[in-house]
């Protein structure tokens, strides 16, 4: 589409099923759009991008894998979009807990963001929460048990990240001297993030996941600081846990995070 609020917003209310149990939008659904008037990420941060500046886009899906693998999608496509980025000659890594950045380079910075809902699996009328990411949801009526997973991303493909309205360090693809053509990008990203989805299938896939993510991780190994609701936390990124977790060691042992801001002191 040309232009709308939110991709996630308009997958989430597509999300419904029907009384029937017809299903209004199938797995595996895409939705792409030049301009996001309504764009948020993580802690419903806004932001707004010109038109056709960036790669926004928005996938439904409706797992036949187990509610404790939900919050590893953002996870999953984080890793996808790593690799899709490095078929492109763009080196990029994963900043937990659902950002990519470039690294290196004459622009180094966050170049996208990942934001999951949860639609259904409680009582019919139910609302979204967040599934690996931040941010409620809210759809039509579900039927009692169905379950739907939205995740979007941004990507700064063009976008002057110098000017006014661009969040602090922040970067593009063109910023650091890549021309990538948006289709193509998008192409590659879902090819892979198909692909990485039967890790989520696989009973040793959250394992496998971990592995992709470490070694795409910028934040494992470095000194940390996790800004929680109750204050911040400062220590050493040590590891990632199964459910995506990650674990910080401030001197008397690690200790699992599954939701926070995280700055990173010293780089790993």
């Known amino acids: 589409v040309a232009e709308t609020g939110s991709t996630n917003a308009d997958l989430v209310a597509g999300a419904a099923v029907a009384s029937g149990g017809s299903v209004i939008m199938p797995d595996g659904s895409v939705l792409v759009a030049d301009h996001q008037a309504a764009g948020r990420g993580r802690l419903d941060r806004r932001w707004d991008a010109p038109p ?18 939900h919050p590893l999608v953002t ?14 000659g763009v080196r990029a890594a994963v900043k937990w807990p659902n950002d990519v950045l470039l690294v290196g380079g004459t622009a180094p910075g966050k170049v996208a963001g990942i934001l999951a809902e949860l639609v259904g699996g409680g009582p019919a009328g139910g609302g979204g929460s967040s599934a690996g990411g931040s ?20 990507v700064n493909v063009g976008w002057p990240v110098l000017s006014d309205d661009a969040p602090p360090g922040a ?16 192409e590659s ?42 204050g911040p936390i400062t220590g050493t990124a040590v ?30």
């Open 239 to 268: 590891d990632l846990a199964l459910d995506g977790s990650l674990l910080v060691d401030s001197g008397d042992g690690p200790v699992a995070f599954r939701a926070g801001d995280v700055v990173h002191l010293r780089p790993a």
């Open 52 to 69: 056709g500046a960036n790669l926004l886009f928005s996938v439904l899906l409706r797992p036949t894998w187990g509610p404790d693998r």
């Open 135 to 154: 941010g409620g949801g809210s759809g039509g009526t579900l039927d009692v048990g169905s379950v739907a997973i939205v995740v979007g991303m941004g």
């Open 75 to 88: 996870t999953t496509l984080a890793v996808a979009t790593v690799d899709a980025l490095g078929t492109h």
């Open 189 to 230: 990203v879902l090819a892979r993030f198909e692909a990485r989805l039967t890790d989520l299938e696989a009973p040793d896939g959250p394992e496998r996941l971990r592995r992709a993510h470490l070694e795409r991780s910028v934040t494992v190994g470095g000194e940390v600081r996790v800004d929680m609701p109750d």
């Open 171 to 186: 970067t593009s693809l063109a910023a650091a001297g890549h021309r990538v053509d948006r289709a193509e990008l998008l």
